[in-house]
């Protein structure tokens, strides 16, 4: 849907309901706090354990996702976590030695960045300890729960809009 | 639960578990994504249609909520889009009328900020296109669908330790 056209079924939709009660405005006031409120403790332990970010973390998780290496924009588009400079995270990652820069082998005009193995390494310890982490946040729920969750999230997002 | 009493049981968690298939972890990250992909469009309309942001309208929701004011670090406290300067946006708000700050009346050396009658106006109107706007994000999902999900969010919340 053009973006236009999904705000003008949102207002249709708007004119139509009315007896729910605000349902969805509850729903999704309730999705934005969980989210915010499970950031939260993570921000706040990735900070104290390995002295990190969220933007950090989402960052060389992309870079660990694409061995082969991410242009700038490519790598911007991917992070999931907003509030980071991109570049600033990056070139701090650089001088710390865990991300390279290398030339992009599809258009020698460009360059890709990638994690070094000291990276790797280092992310690979994050992500176990983030893992261990969003599974104690999580345990509220049981398995049953999280996947029957995990698919209602799955069928509201394949009827959002895309991102332009 | 303290921080560090959390965090240990979502390390002990990780070791526990394991045969899950990242479920926890697929569906922390499905949930951040759905959610910044409804704050996305949310951002754009409210630019487009008011000229506002999602920190601005998320600061006067609180104000109309608390039509009894409330002193800044409440207001902070209360956000939940982070990224805006909560100073800086107040500040803005009260320069073109929106917003006012008084004595507050539990303590002669602090003020409280609360929406102005025009401010109360402007917010109603964003506030109805917005909920348009939501309802048709969401309506992916049937009312039954959306109760539901509703419910299993609330239920993982209660398990969610308390922000410090």
Known sequence: ??????????????TRSGADDHLALRLWLRLLATSRRIEGPL?????????????????????????????????????????????????RLVAEGLVERRDDARDRRACTVQLTAEGQQQFRAMAKAHEGWIIGLLAGLTTTQQERLLELLRQLERALPDEP
Request: proline residues 2%.
């Open 1 to 14: 849907m053009s973006r236009t056209t999904t705000r003008r079924a949102a207002a249709d939709s708007a």
């Open 43 to 91: 921000r706040r332990w990735l900070r104290a354990e390995f002295a990190s970010s969220l933007a950090r973390f989402d960052l060389m998780a992309q870079l660990e996702r694409h061995p082969q290496g991410l242009r700038m924009r490519e790598l911007s588009r991917l992070l999931m976590v907003t509030g980071g400079n991109v570049t600033g995270l990056t070139d």
